[in-house]
């Protein structure tokens, strides 16, 4: 069974910057490219960046692009979400998830893409 936590969400002002974590349980967390969503009250889950199994193809939100970095450390199990020049609206709940392959030319961007789920962590920024 694949465990998923995140943490590193809070209360920011505009402008600001967090790093969201996401450690991964279990053995197989090299072979699986990994991705973080975000979903905000009222809205669908949204996808927010991906990286592959290698970490050596990233891609991310147009919403994003330039601003949020994703990363991944396979000897320590965890994904990384580097937020930066925070806004608000970026806030909503932050997840992370292990995708079904672990590379896919186009990235996996859909949720559909993913099998396992973390719990999330709330980023709040204010204005």
């Known amino acids: 069974q694949v465990q998923l936590v995140e943490s590193g969400g809070g209360l920011v002002q505009a402008g600001g910057s967090l790093r969201l974590s996401c450690a991964a349980s279990?053995?197989?967390?090299?072979?699986?490219?990994m991705g973080w969503f975000r979903q905000a009250p009222g809205k669908e889950r949204e996808f927010v960046a991906t990286i592959s199994w290698s970490g050596g193809n990233t891609d991310y939100a147009d919403s994003v692009k330039g601003r949020f970095t994703i990363s991944r450390d396979n000897a320590k199990n965890t994904v990384y979400l580097q937020i930066d020049s925070l806004k608000p609206e970026d806030t909503a709940v932050y997840y992370c998830?292990?995708?079904?392959?672990?590379?896919?030319?186009?990235?996996?961007?859909?949720?559909?893409?993913?099998?396992?789920w973390g719990q999330g962590t709330q980023v709040t920024v204010s204005s």
């Open positions: 998830a292990r995708a079904i392959g672990s590379y896919k030319p186009s990235g996996f961007k859909n949720r559909r893409e993913y099998g396992y």
């Open positions: 279990g053995r197989t967390f090299s072979s699986y490219a």
